[in-house]
């Protein structure tokens, strides 16, 4: 709505306004195998970092692609604080990893870089000192429960949207506009969520909505 305070994650991926890759297109997914494989280290990687610190059994469960989580959960229960260097680890990793889902999305023809944002523009406001709730990272997860649900309906019509595309660009080489900002928004809907639920960067309540 006009005049609404814009929420604190932003996610755009621009347009190629230029003919794709055949190619590169028809085989993305061989393509993608060895930064994949590099997204699944940093995962278990992370993951060991946070038993051997934390000791805490189900880090598994919402431990997410590696996002330092669980760390983050205990300084904002104790001191109220988003460490500045925890932040920046979890805004560069969720960028990285949109590089790679926009990347297999067939959205762009650019291999995924670690350290450039490239065509995927991932921002995310560093929340200020004692602007985090101590608490509600306890049960943002559950409070984000209906956002699962449609996620998962939007994902399904995700995963056919890039289905049309990889015939499109197969014959014309363009990507359908139309389905390219479809799959925008469902990104883009899925990083508020996990901005919200899982790495807790803002208490406030995802958006209903595909736009911007």
Not at 27 to 39: K, M, T
Not at 113 to 129: G, K
Not at 153 to 177: F, N
Request: glycine share 4%.
């Amino acid at each position: 709505m006009p005049g609404d305070k814009p929420f604190p994650i932003t996610f755009t991926v621009d347009y190629p306004d230029y003919p794709l890759n055949k190619t590169s297109t028809a085989f993305r997914a061989l393509w993608a195998v060895p930064v994949v494989l590099l997204l699944i280290v940093l995962q278990r990687q992370q993951f060991a970092l946070e038993w051997d610190a934390f000791a805490i059994s189900f880090v598994s469960a919402f431990g997410g692609l590696g996002a330092v989580t669980w760390p983050v959960l205990l300084m904002l229960l104790v001191r109220q604080k988003y460490p500045r260097w925890w932040f920046e680890w979890n805004l560069e990793l969720f960028r990285f990893i949109n590089r790679v889902i926009v990347y297999l999305a067939l959205m762009t023809d650019r291999y995924p870089a670690t350290d450039e944002q490239q065509a995927v523009d991932l921002d995310i406001s560093y929340p200020a000192d004692a602007s985090l709730s101590r608490g509600l990272p306890l049960i943002k997860w559950l409070l984000a429960a209906p956002h699962y649900f449609l996620l998962v309906l939007l994902l399904l019509g995700l995963a056919v949207a890039v289905s049309a595309a990889w015939v499109s660009i197969l014959v014309s080489g363009r990507y359908p506009r139309f389905l390219f900002s479809y799959v925008e928004g469902v990104l883009r809907w899925w990083n508020r969520v996990a901005g919200y639920a899982f790495t807790f960067v803002t208490d406030e309540y995802p958006p209903f909505r595909l736009a911007p």
